[in-house]
């Protein structure tokens, strides 16, 4: 159980170009939805926190209007790269949570995007 | 705010050794501590948890983790390495702010086994 899917696995494209991440949590309702950031060799960087239907909480230093997130439901969450360059080069991760308080976040297998 | 500590960077082990991760905390209230693996361009898998109760936990792939507020640690120990535990690993504290249920990671531990 507590299976998150996050789609593509891997993108390729120009600079300039927006990326559109999903994260779907397949057998649960995800109050919560995760979006990190993680560099080589380096540990997750919380991005933002979205709950469905309102808007994200976005983390210190994160630019809203360059990674744009939408959860419109209990189980979708998407993040947009708009107009992406090459140091949005990163790997992307998303998490769902079941509930608030403690509940264990569920990890999909992330987004490895790379800007030409 | 809260923090997490994973001393080593790198560790080795032989097939077969016991193995323990070290892992320590800062957090202002009881804490949520969790440990996650990581398989290269793969997402986090959860391998145990705490949140109260009994201070060693039980988790996936033989896996067991204890917590001792007095040290402020949370090391995750397995008695004997298999090949395929080799992996990145994430010690990660979480607690409720404003309802939400946030999650620092440490900088990981990348563990090697020796066949």
């Known amino acids: 159980g507590a299976v998150v899917s996050q789609h593509p696995s891997r993108v390729i494209c120009k600079s300039g170009t927006s990326v559109k991440i999903e994260c779907r949590s397949l057998?649960?309702?995800?109050?919560?939805m995760f979006w990190y950031r993680q560099f080589p060799k380096q540990s997750l960087m919380l991005m933002a926190t979205?709950?469905?239907?309102?808007?994200?909480?976005?983390e210190q230093g994160v630019e809203k209007d360059k990674f744009l997130i939408n959860h419109a439901s209990l189980t979708l969450s998407t993040l947009t790269v708009a107009s992406a360059h090459p140091e949005d080069s990163s790997f992307y991760i998303c998490?769902?949570?079941?509930?608030?308080?403690?509940?264990?976040?569920?990890f999909g297998d992330g987004t490895r995007l790379s800007i030409l | 705010a809260q923090s997490v500590t994973q001393p080593d960077i790198h560790i080795t082990v032989s097939e077969g050794a016991s193995l323990e991760l070290r892992c320590n905390y800062s957090?202002?209230?009881?804490?949520?501590l969790f440990w996650y693996v990581q398989s290269p361009g793969q997402g986090l898998q959860l391998l145990l948890k705490?949140?109260?109760?009994?201070?060693l936990v039980q988790g996936i792939k033989g896996f067991e983790a204890e917590f001792k507020r007095s040290q402020s640690s949370f090391n995750l120990r397995k008695p004997s390495v298999h090949w395929s535990d080799a992996a990145e690993y994430f010690c990660?504290?979480?607690?409720?702010?404003?309802?939400?249920?946030?999650?620092?990671f440490g900088t990981g531990t990348q563990l090697k086994v020796e066949l």
């Open positions: 998490s769902a949570a079941e509930g608030l308080g403690n509940q264990p976040q569920h």
């Open positions: 057998d649960f309702q995800a109050t919560t």
């Open positions: 979205s709950n469905e239907g309102s808007k994200a909480t976005y």
């Open positions: 957090y202002g209230a009881t804490p949520y």
């Open positions: 705490y949140f109260s109760g009994d201070t």
């Open positions: 990660a504290v979480g607690g409720v702010t404003g309802g939400e249920n946030k999650l620092t």
